[in-house]
Structures are given as structure tokens and as C-alpha cells.
């Protein structure tokens, strides 16, 4: 006898979905999971033997309504999208959403800050000290970050910068401290789990935000202060599919300078967009000889391709450094005139 809907797991749900998607579907959403949640939802899946109409269309209202749910809190925050579904759903069905969307799907604090001006958020925070700077940037979007970050003192740049970089969980309590001093009109819901804020990643996506000076000069003082911690930012500060950025003229110069065995396998699995870029970028002759010699390259490990594309992503920051060749970023001292 299937289980009711209330009695399944999240885990369950989640195949349960994916099974009625179909496996086209299915592959792309995997590409948005880690190995671990590629595994237990495999493993899950393999455990569902059958699915019955009324719990696949449970199932699918579920997600649906979630979905929903989060598109409104998205447009206007979690008292917009309570609104609107009590007009559409009743005061108790919308409260049962928003409840279940916010415990399952972990919205993230200072969700009307992601909404404010980045001057306004500035004016606020510019005096407040650099940790609880940091805390407020690695919630935000990493473009609003870096606006914000690029307008604080120099000094001060560099501190936050490390300090969302060495950043790891953060206490419910003081994330609730720091989201009352800022919220003045909406309640935000916070978890009662420990949430991840900050870290290398998130540094990286705020620095990618700011322009080319301000960037310099945190990678220079932090490269004084804490070197390793430097050289992994900037490990990170470009990545291979990052290459549709540049121009016809840098794409044409990283192609003579890189290893044309690292560039065929980096092409193995990168994107059509970024293929058809580089091949572009070839002459006929060679585009015709690259395809060639992938086609008849076989499969290939993840972590060749992922060491290829790291030194071809050295040979672009080498270049960029020696002033060879432009990578577009925030700011205005970057553009070509």
C-alpha cells in the first residue's frame, strides 16, 4: 500500500518527483547537485518501486505550490508572498506553504536586505565593525556585496574580505542580532540550524562584483597577511567557462599560448557556447583537427579535464597580469575606449 503523503521523507518526495519528470528532465536537475545528493537521490530512486497517481499528483502539487511559494518571495519577500497566496489559497493553506517552504528550503536571512539599494545598505553598515560587515555582504547578492565593498576604506576592504573567507557557520542568535538591527519592516525567518554564511566562494563571487583596482589591492594586502589564503581566492577568481567573457583577440592569444592537449580536453565538456567560441577563434584547419582528435578521445576522468582547466585558467590570469589581455569586471577602469 503507498504511503501517504505526510508519512513520506524529503528524500522520497524528491525521487518521487524526478520519477514523474521523466530522465530528461531528471539529467539537467542533476547537474545542480553535489555527489552527495546525486547519490542518496540515486539510491533513493532505485528504492521506489512504483508510483500511484494520487501520490504522484500530491507529489507534484507540492512542488508546485512551493515553487510558486518561493518565485513570490523572490519578487517581494516573505509578506508579499503570504499575500498573494491567502488570496488565492485561504489564510491556512498559504501559513502551511509558507511553513514548509521556509523549514524545507532554508530561506536565508536578511531576505529584504537582497532587496535594498546597495547605498542604503552602505550608509548602515560602513561604521559597524568589519565582522558584522562581513556577516551582512556574505548574505547578500555578490553583485550588491561588491558595490557595498568596493565604497568601504581601503583598510577596511581587505579586513572584510578575509573575514568572509575564514567565515564558516554562524549562531542563529547572532545572525538574528545583526538582521534586527538592520530589518525595519519585514520579519524575516531564520532557521534554527546553524547556517552557513561566507567562505572562499563566497569572497570570490564578492570580489568578482567589485572593480579591477579594488581587487587588486585586497589580493595584494591579503597576499601579505594570509598568502594561501590569497593564492586560493585567486585559484578561484576565474573559472574555465568564464572564457565567453573575453574577446575575439584574448581568446585567439590563449589559444597560442596554452597546451593544445589541456585545450581539447577542457573543450570535452564544456559548454556549446564556449566551444563554438573557441572554434571561432580557430582557423578551419585547426577547429576541423581539435574535433577530430575529441571525437576519437574517449571518455575521459573528471579530474584531467578539471587539472586542464586550471592551468588553462593560469595562463589567463598570467596574461591578464602582464597587461596582454582584458578580463570585463565591475567598475569603470577596466573598459576599452
Same mark, same amino acid.
Given at each position: 500500500?503507498?504511503?501517504?503523503?505526510?508519512?513520506?521523507?524529503?528524500?522520497?518526495?524528491?525521487?518521487?518527483?524526478?520519477?514523474?519528470?521523466?530522465?530528461?528532465?531528471?539529467?539537467?536537475?542533476?547537474?545542480?547537485?553535489?555527489?552527495?545528493?546525486?547519490?542518496?537521490?540515486?539510491?533513493?530512486?532505485?528504492?521506489?518501486?512504483?508510483?500511484?497517481?494520487?501520490?504522484? $499528483?500530491?507529489? #507534484?502539487?507540492?512542488?508546485?505550490?512551493?515553487? /510558486?511559494? %518561493? @518565485? =513570490?518571495?523572490?519578487? !517581494? *519577500? +516573505?509578506?508579499?508572498?503570504?499575500?498573494?497566496?491567502?488570496?488565492?489559497?485561504?489564510?491556512?493553506?498559504?501559513?502551511?506553504?509558507?511553513?514548509?517552504?521556509?523549514?524545507?528550503?532554508?530561506?536565508?536571512?536578511?531576505?529584504?536586505?537582497?532587496?535594498?539599494?546597495?547605498?542604503?545598505?552602505?550608509?548602515?553598515?560602513?561604521?559597524?565593525?568589519?565582522?558584522?560587515?562581513?556577516?551582512?555582504?556574505?548574505?547578500?547578492?555578490?553583485?550588491?556585496?561588491?558595490?557595498?565593498?568596493?565604497?568601504?576604506?581601503?583598510?577596511?576592504?581587505?579586513?572584510?574580505?578575509?573575514?568572509?573567507?575564514?567565515?564558516?557557520?554562524?549562531?542563529?542568535?547572532?545572525?538574528?542580532?545583526? $538582521?534586527?538591527? #538592520?530589518?525595519?519592516?519585514?520579519?524575516?525567518? /531564520?532557521? %534554527? @540550524? =546553524?547556517?552557513?554564511? !561566507? *567562505? +572562499?566562494?563566497?569572497?570570490?563571487?564578492?570580489?568578482?562584483?567589485?572593480?579591477?583596482?579594488?581587487?587588486?589591492?585586497?589580493?595584494?594586502?591579503?597576499?601579505?597577511?594570509?598568502?594561501?589564503?590569497?593564492?586560493?581566492?585567486?585559484?578561484?577568481?576565474?573559472?574555465?567557462?568564464?572564457?565567453?567573457?573575453?574577446?575575439?583577440?584574448?581568446?585567439?592569444?590563449?589559444?597560442?599560448?596554452?597546451?593544445?592537449?589541456?585545450?581539447?580536453?577542457?573543450?570535452?565538456?564544456?559548454?556549446?557556447?564556449?566551444?563554438?567560441?573557441?572554434?571561432?577563434?580557430?582557423?578551419?584547419?585547426?577547429?576541423?583537427?581539435?574535433?577530430?582528435?575529441?571525437?576519437?578521445?574517449?571518455?575521459?576522468?573528471?579530474?584531467?579535464?578539471?587539472?586542464?582547466?586550471?592551468?588553462?585558467?593560469?595562463?589567463?590570469?598570467?596574461?591578464?597580469?602582464?597587461?596582454?589581455?582584458?578580463?570585463?569586471?565591475?567598475?569603470?577602469?577596466?573598459?576599452?575606449?
Amino acid at each position: 500500500m503507498p504511503k501517504a503523503k505526510d508519512t513520506l521523507t524529503g528524500k522520497q518526495k524528491a525521487a518521487m518527483l524526478l520519477i514523474s519528470l521523466g530522465p530528461d528532465v531528471s539529467a539537467q536537475v542533476y547537474k545542480y547537485l553535489n555527489e552527495d545528493e546525486i547519490e542518496k537521490l540515486t539510491l533513493e530512486i532505485s528504492n521506489v518501486r512504483k508510483v500511484d497517481s494520487d501520490t504522484k $499528483e500530491n507529489v #507534484l502539487q507540492e512542488f508546485h505550490q512551493i515553487a /510558486v511559494a %518561493q @518565485d =513570490y518571495i523572490s519578487q !517581494g *519577500g +516573505i509578506g508579499y508572498a503570504k499575500s498573494v497566496l491567502e488570496k488565492a489559497l485561504g489564510e491556512d493553506n498559504a501559513m502551511q506553504i509558507i511553513n514548509r517552504l521556509t523549514s524545507s528550503l532554508q530561506v536565508k536571512p536578511f531576505d529584504f536586505a537582497r532587496k535594498a539599494d546597495p547605498s542604503q545598505i552602505l550608509n548602515f553598515i560602513q561604521h559597524e565593525h568589519p565582522q558584522t560587515i562581513a556577516l551582512i555582504l556574505s548574505y547578500l547578492e555578490s553583485e550588491q556585496a561588491g558595490q557595498i565593498l568596493s565604497e568601504l576604506p581601503q583598510d577596511v576592504q581587505t579586513d572584510v574580505a578575509r573575514r568572509i573567507a575564514v567565515m564558516d557557520s554562524t549562531s542563529p542568535e547572532i545572525v538574528n542580532e545583526v $538582521e534586527s538591527i #538592520l530589518e525595519q519592516k519585514l520579519s524575516a525567518t /531564520v532557521t %534554527q @540550524d =546553524y547556517t552557513e554564511a !561566507g *567562505g +572562499i566562494e563566497s569572497v570570490v563571487e564578492v570580489l568578482n562584483g567589485v572593480d579591477r583596482s579594488t581587487e587588486r589591492t585586497i589580493l595584494d594586502s591579503l597576499e601579505i597577511q594570509d598568502p594561501e589564503l590569497a593564492e586560493e581566492i585567486k585559484k578561484r577568481m576565474f573559472v574555465f567557462e568564464d572564457i565567453v567573457t573575453l574577446d575575439n583577440r584574448s581568446i585567439q592569444r590563449v589559444i597560442r599560448d596554452v597546451e593544445n592537449d589541456d585545450l581539447q580536453l577542457s573543450l570535452k565538456v564544456a559548454s556549446d557556447e564556449v566551444k563554438e567560441l573557441v572554434f571561432n577563434n580557430m582557423s578551419q584547419r585547426m577547429a576541423d583537427t581539435f574535433k577530430e582528435e575529441m571525437e576519437f578521445m574517449g571518455p575521459v576522468r573528471l579530474r584531467d579535464v578539471e587539472e586542464s582547466q586550471t592551468r588553462i585558467v593560469s595562463v589567463i590570469r598570467r596574461l591578464e597580469e602582464t597587461g596582454e589581455i582584458v578580463i570585463a569586471r565591475g567598475g569603470g577602469d577596466d573598459i576599452i575606449v
